[in-house]
């Protein structure tokens, strides 16, 4: 168990729906990130917080966004579901933005 | 951006050593990690190896990095039916200031 949770573990939704992920960070951890993991695509870095400030952006689609708040839990949501946006989507926390991430056990997104 | 690159799939008998390799681009990455996802489940941490060291073990695991090739490998001794999965080779730092993950290697281990 590497102490990060995300909620909920599943979600099975509908295209053009918006869905939201949460994800609370190991104790301590003030960076979070948020990776997409698709068969396709592979393993792709979407976006990471630190203390509640967006510090580095990777592939994520404009129909997604994310947040950090001030407990430094994170959420991110995505909208306008299409098809492709099925996955496994992955939130990871770090002490500092330097230091090694510890993944959560991710949330299955199935859009039909 | 720092490109990942590891074989697809890996076969070994139990008892046997696993070697699983890596290679990336991004010469300036300052860290270089091992995880493993098995089925259904996130990626674990294995290990790491920080870019000024040359190897390091880690009980059954050993990592081994040679910088001039940009080559990253990880050797798993004697292996068991509970090592498969899927093994991720990552880097961070550089220019990127993030992880890229390497596609994964499928390991399978044999009876």
């Known amino acids: 168990d590497s102490g990060v949770t995300q909620t909920p573990k599943h979600l099975i939704t509908a295209t053009g729906q918006r869905v939201t992920l949460r994800c609370s960070p190991r104790?301590?951890?003030?960076?979070v990130y948020w990776y997409q993991q698709s068969l396709d695509q592979g393993l792709q870095f979407l976006i990471q917080?630190?203390?509640?400030?967006?510090?580095a952006k990777g592939n994520i689609l404009e129909r997604f966004s994310a947040q950090q708040f001030p407990d430094l839990h994170s959420e991110l949501n995505l909208s306008s579901l299409e098809l492709g946006d099925s996955a496994l989507y992955f939130c990871a926390s770090s002490r500092t933005p330097q230091e090694t991430q510890y993944f959560g056990p991710g949330t299955r997104l199935l859009v039909l | 951006g720092e490109d990942v690159e590891q074989s697809l799939f890996l076969s070994v008998r139990e008892g046997d050593s696993s070697v699983i390799n890596c290679t990336y681009t991004d010469s300036s990455s300052t860290y270089l990690y091992w995880y493993k996802q098995e089925p259904g489940a996130g990626l674990q941490l294995l290990t790491y190896i920080f870019s000024n060291m040359d190897m390091k073990q880690d009980q059954r695991l050993t990592v081994l990095l040679n910088k001039k090739d940009k080559h990253l490998s990880l050797r798993i001794a004697d292996t068991q039916t509970g090592d498969s999965a899927i093994y991720f080779c990552a880097g961070f730092g550089g220019s990127a200031r993030q992880l890229t993950f390497g596609s994964g290697t499928q390991l399978t281990v044999l009876p």
């Open positions: 104790s301590g951890d003030l960076s």
């Open positions: 917080y630190y203390n509640g400030e967006e510090r």
